[in-house]
């Protein structure tokens, strides 16, 4: 590995979501192929933690601010050691960090590594300048998100690059794990039909959308459950939500699986009811798993799944409509899971680990 060119991954954030996992896969695809990444990110981070445990090289690097001077001396240090052919940057304050090193490498004469900003959302009235500029392009997972910032005219659209999620479906196959000790106890304790749900716990993702429509729905089908996967901000707004909701006896937070494959193989049902969402992963790991699938209909989410083709999308945000939706998935089993293997051969075609990878390895290439 003395001779593999080294790529640079960063993340300023404390907790991990389909974004952060989507890196490490991108981290471990490229070292198979005989590179040397490295991801910078903060200590103690959610991201940290997966990506030692993981096996993947880490450097901690605080991220205080977007300003912050002994992270830009810190990484200054570390480029001037690995001499790194790519940085690829997914939060706000690690991304203008890695730019500006960028910048000071051109200032002393060395060669300019282009920096690529990983970016799976927008908020607001996109401004040209950081994309124009300050990056060498802006990595985007959909052609939704993709339209949205050309919202703003001034950005050189050729900036902009949309790069489908790689899913390690292989990875999929082979997670023969258990589910945590506490997660099958109460599964066991609570029989009847599982939804699950794995996204992190941000207002965005729809959570307390299903949490209401759980309500209706348990008027139907009163042993219901529901699985929600993962950590985040809003973890103590909903665990308040299901007390006056009177569901406490249906729903569980599991906290972050290591892996979601065998979650999905227990489940009946997967949801992913986003307000907001430039592409989403969970969709796409349940239909592979043949896992019959609701989604919103929202963002780039069309561009994963067939409404009643291969599964079902629903407004988001509407109770009524998820409440049905959930109730006709979960009593009509047999047209749900022809729609649930349709979808598997779709994702297989759209989102492979291979074209993933190449597209990154093309981006700093022709650069």
């Known amino acids: 590995m003395a001779d593999a060119k080294v790529i640079l991954f960063s993340d300023s954030s404390i907790n991990i979501g389909g974004q952060e996992l989507q890196a ?93 900003r990983v970016k799976t959302f927008q908020h607001g009235y996109p401004l040209s300048f950081a994309y124009n500029y300050l990056f060498s392009g802006t990595i985007i997972p959909s052609s939704y998100l993709r339209s949205k910032f050309l919202d703003n005219s001034a950005i050189k659209s050729q900036k902009l690059q949309v790069v489908y999620p790689g899913i390690d479906f292989s990875a999929l196959d082979c997670s023969t794990d258990p589910l945590p000790e506490h997660v099958l106890n109460w599964l066991d304790a609570h029989p009847g039909p599982a939804i699950s749900h794995g996204a992190i716990l941000r207002g965005e993702k729809g959570h307390s959308t299903i949490l209401k429509a759980l309500v209706e729905v348990k008027g139907r089908i009163p042993n219901v459950r529901y699985l929600i996967a993962g950590e985040g901000q809003d973890k103590s707004l909903l665990e308040a939500e299901i007390a006056a909701l009177g569901l406490t006896e249906n729903v569980l937070l599991t906290g972050i699986l290591k892996k979601i494959a065998p979650l999905l193989r227990k489940s009946d049902l997967a949801v992913l009811p986003s307000l907001v969402e430039p592409l989403g992963m969970f969709q796409i790991e349940a239909q592979y798993l043949e896992v019959p699938t609701i989604a919103s209909r929202v963002g780039g989410i069309p561009e994963t799944i067939l409404h009643q083709e291969t599964g079902l999308m629903i407004e988001p945000g509407n109770v009524e409509q998820w409440a049905n939706a959930i109730v006709w998935m979960l009593s009509n089993p047999e047209p749900a899971k022809q729609m649930a293997k349709a979808g598997k051969r779709m994702v297989v075609d759209k989102f492979s680990l291979d074209a993933n990878t190449q597209s990154l390895i093309s981006l700093f290439e022709k650069v």
């Open 24 to 116: 490490l896969q991108q981290m471990r695809s490229l070292n198979a192929l005989g590179y040397e990444t490295i991801l910078l990110c903060k200590p103690n981070s959610a991201i940290s933690s997966r990506a030692k445990n993981d096996g993947l090289a880490v450097q901690e690097i605080r991220f205080r601010n977007a300003f912050h001077i002994p992270s830009l001396m810190q990484l200054l240090r570390l480029v001037k050691e690995k001499t790194p052919v790519a940085m690829f940057c997914h939060g706000s304050h690690d991304a203008l960090i890695c730019a500006l090193v960028g910048m000071v490498q051109v200032l002393l004469g060395r060669k300019r590594i282009p920096v690529f």
